[in-house]
């Protein structure tokens, strides 16, 4: 009896072992994402949207100095409504460093891309031989710390520890100062390039590998030559690609710090405000201002959401209008 009790109890309606309503499941199955997302959200919003927000803040504040500034109360803080913009905008050092950093990108992006496109050409081609070893050789570089990698350059640059400038002292070859007026950019470029071009002829290898084979059969069938066959159809459906690499070089270019704040020390052509960023670091760390690197560098970033999404758009634009042909 007590059995058969016990038995029946385990059906009743509330008991311990009950199976759960379809309501309650389908409560639960549309809740578990949510969970799932929420650690990435905490850090998100921690750690991204919480300064972001912070950043805005400041950029509508400054001190407001009463008498010598002496003594509790005398500094506060109040609105500034948009003077640290208006500020900002009107500066020539913050001026002359983004159309550094232009000049910059436009001898890293080029050369950066046509040597990753380069490379993952010849990786994928069938006469290739050791390609695990030459593929890890140039992606190699892009897992060495930028900031590491700007100090082997730097003192590959400096005439008296460079081993290329006693090879050329000894052949009788005039010896550039590639630390000085225009060979600095070449120099910073160098240095991007050599850290970059890996990681973008990942990627772009990665989309020529997930090309079907019976693409390049049917070619080969119609009597094109690997070179049409490069031209034609590889760069081509590599295009998106070559849009998302060109989309990450140019944040990475407008957002450059790491070369030119470690070269400094080795050079006065460098100054604090080559870069809108270090003009950024140099107003909020030296000089103290956080309020006006605030706003600066609100400035860059909307800067460099709006010329993405410019590019963006137009790459998607030309997509659509190629696939309607």
Not at 1 to 22: F, I, L, W
Not at 184 to 205: D, K, Q, R
Request: glycine share 8%; net charge positive; proline share 7%.
């Amino acid at each position: 009896m007590k059995s058969t009790a016990r038995r029946r109890s385990y059906g009743v309606k509330g008991a311990p072992y009950a199976h759960p309503s379809p309501t309650t499941t389908l409560r639960r199955a549309r809740s578990a994402p949510y969970f799932f997302l929420l650690p990435a959200t905490l850090l998100f919003a921690l750690f991204f949207a919480l300064p972001i927000g912070y950043a805005l803040w400041l950029s509508f504040r400054k001190v407001k100095v009463s008498g010598l500034g002496l003594g509790s109360g005398a500094r506060t803080e109040v609105w500034a409504g948009l003077e640290n913009y208006t500020d900002a905008l009107s500066d020539s050092e913050l001026l002359h460093g983004t159309l550094r950093v232009l000049g910059y990108g436009c001898i890293v992006v080029p050369v950066m891309l046509g040597l990753a496109l380069l490379f993952a050409l010849m990786l994928d081609s069938e006469k290739v031989r050791l390609a695990p070893v030459t593929r890890l050789a140039i992606f190699l570089p892009y897992a060495i710390p930028g900031v590491v990698a700007a100090l082997l350059w730097g003192f590959l640059y400096l005439p008296d520890v460079s081993p290329f400038y006693f090879v050329l002292d000894r052949l009788g070859m005039p010896q550039p100062d590639l630390l000085d007026g225009g060979p600095l950019y070449l120099a910073l470029s160098n240095i991007a390039v050599w850290g970059g071009t890996g990681f973008n002829m990942i990627v772009i290898y990665t989309s020529l590998k997930a090309i079907p084979a019976e693409v390049y059969e049917a070619a080969k069938l119609d009597g094109a030559t690997p070179l049409q066959i490069a031209l034609r159809i590889k760069i081509p459906m590599v295009a998106p690609s070559l849009v998302l690499t060109f989309f990450f070089s140019i944040i990475a270019t407008l957002q450059v710090f790491n070369e030119p704040t470690t070269l400094k020390p080795l050079t006065n052509s460098v100054s604090t405000t080559w870069s809108p960023l270090m003009k950024v670091y140099r107003d909020a760390f030296g000089e103290g201002d956080i309020y006006g690197a605030a706003a600066q560098a609100v400035i860059i970033a909307f800067a460099t959401l709006l010329l993405s999404f410019g590019f963006l758009r137009a790459a998607n634009r030309r997509q659509k209008q190629e696939a309607a042909r």
